[in-house]
């Protein structure tokens, strides 16, 4: 795998960014052309997130922008879920710092990795990211669409105790 690391230095351990079939990766600026492609140009991928559908690459590499920018002045921001297995772009999650201990994440996922458990297996990834970094709240929580209800609520239990321990979260 290329350099992964984010521009500031800054890195967790790798095995907090690894699941058995997925690593999650800071998305570089040679992925523009996959991610609009297969995540932000669809307009079923994009339908449930908070940003607007991209129009063009241009709009993805703004994003990229924005998402180096996010990793210069963060822990963590934007990862791109990929394949263990070929490396290809699964999707995009990630922690969206406000304060040092306050972040929120949420997901998405290319039309062909719906339904394998991935944004379940990404999540769990960001919660133990979370962990790691003492993130104590969430402002907000994901919900998703998925065949496997059970293996969903189990994750958005474990956010809960990660993002709003301790804290009233109404938002979930």
């Known amino acids: 795998m290329a350099n992964t690391a984010p521009p500031s230095g800054r890195m967790l351990a790798a095995a907090l960014y690894q699941t058995s079939r997925l690593a999650l990766r800071p998305p570089r600026h040679d992925d523009a052309a996959a991610m609009f492609r297969r995540i932000a140009s669809d307009p079923r991928v994009t339908r449930f997130v908070a940003w607007p559908m991209h129009n063009s690459l241009r709009d993805t590499e703004s994003f990229l922008a924005f998402s180096q920018a996010e990793w210069t002045k963060w822990p963590v921001g934007p990862l791109l879920i990929t394949s263990r297995t070929d490396g290809a772009i699964l999707g995009s999650t990630g922690l969206a710092f406000e304060t040092s201990y306050r972040a929120s994440t949420g997901f998405v996922l290319a039309r062909d990795a719906w339904?394998?458990?991935?944004?379940?297996?990404?999540?769990?990834?960001?919660?133990?990211?979370?962990?790691?970094?003492?993130?104590?709240?969430?402002?907000?929580?994901?919900?998703?669409?998925?065949?496997?209800?059970?293996?969903?609520?189990?994750?958005?239990?474990?956010?809960v105790k990660v993002f709003c321990a301790g804290t009233p979260c109404s938002r979930i």
């Open 115 to 159: 339904g394998a458990g991935f944004a379940c297996e990404a999540l769990a990834a960001v919660v133990e990211i979370a962990t790691a970094l003492r993130v104590r709240r969430s402002t907000r929580c994901a919900t998703c669409n998925t065949r496997n209800p059970r293996e969903f609520s189990s994750v958005v239990i474990s956010l």
